[in-house]
């Protein structure tokens, strides 16, 4: 049996293998699968409706695929959803200028992580953490990706990217995600 997720986001996929490994489970990438995004306010749509393009080819193996999105509370939950189109048009330094003066900086990453494979349909699981968006942008040199340089997560002074993948793969919502569905599956 082979799990293959489905991602053109390779430190997603980085996280979510070391994740599985405490699990002594080996995860492969894509097996030339594309995962197609819908538009939806809605991340196990998203999930939910990839997974409809991938499953159910008679093969024996298993598909995983992710969605995930920074929740600014003061933005409405903004951009949500729309992390990834965000994260590549205005990016960190456009987060930071709309929350420039803003004493609420509460947020939250939200994953949902959705499998299928033979005889067990579609199966969905999801990991939240809570956080607050840092003043500046810091550790992007060193470690993480995408909103990493800008999340502080709960507890701790230090953005994602500067606590490194040990830490974050301990409390991250992937990992929040990925763990009982690696226990579930
Ligand atoms: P897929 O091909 O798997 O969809 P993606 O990069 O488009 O890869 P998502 O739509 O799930 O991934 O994620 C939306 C964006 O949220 C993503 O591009 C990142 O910028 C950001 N993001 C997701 N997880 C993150 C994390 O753990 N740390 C920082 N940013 C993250």
């Known amino acids: 049996m082979r799990i293959f997720f489905v991602t053109s986001n390779e430190a997603k996929f980085r996280e979510a293998s070391l994740v599985l490994k405490?699990?002594?489970?080996?995860?492969?990438?894509?097996?030339?699968?594309?995962?197609?995004?819908?538009q939806s306010d809605n991340l196990e749509d998203i999930v939910n409706n990839a997974l409809q393009f991938i499953c159910g080819d008679n093969s024996s193996d298993y598909f995983v695929v992710e969605d995930d999105g920074l929740f600014i509370n003061r933005l409405n939950g903004f951009p949500g959803p729309y992390s990834s189109y965000v994260y590549k048009t205005i990016g960190l330094i456009g987060i930071l200028k709309l929350m420039s003066g803003v004493d609420d900086r509460t947020a939250y990453f939200k994953s949902v992580v959705g499998l299928c494979g033979p005889k067990v349909g579609i199966k969905l699981f999801s990991g939240v953490v809570y956080g607050r968006i840092a003043m500046e942008p810091?550790?992007?040199t060193e470690g993480g990706f995408?909103?990493?340089?800008?999340?502080?997560?709960?507890?701790?002074?230090?953005?994602?990217?500067?606590?490194?993948?040990?830490?974050?793969?301990?409390?991250s919502h992937r990992a929040r995600a990925f763990r009982p569905w690696a226990i579930g599956y």
Do not use: C, H, Q
Request: net charge negative; hydrophobic share 35%; no cysteine.
């Open 22 to 38: 405490e699990f002594g489970i080996d995860l492969m990438i894509n097996r030339g699968y594309r995962k197609v995004e819908i």
């Open 138 to 140: 810091r550790g992007g």
């Open 146 to 171: 995408g909103f990493d340089p800008i999340f502080i997560p709960e507890g701790y002074d230090k953005t994602f990217a500067e606590l490194g993948i040990d830490i974050k793969n301990k409390l």
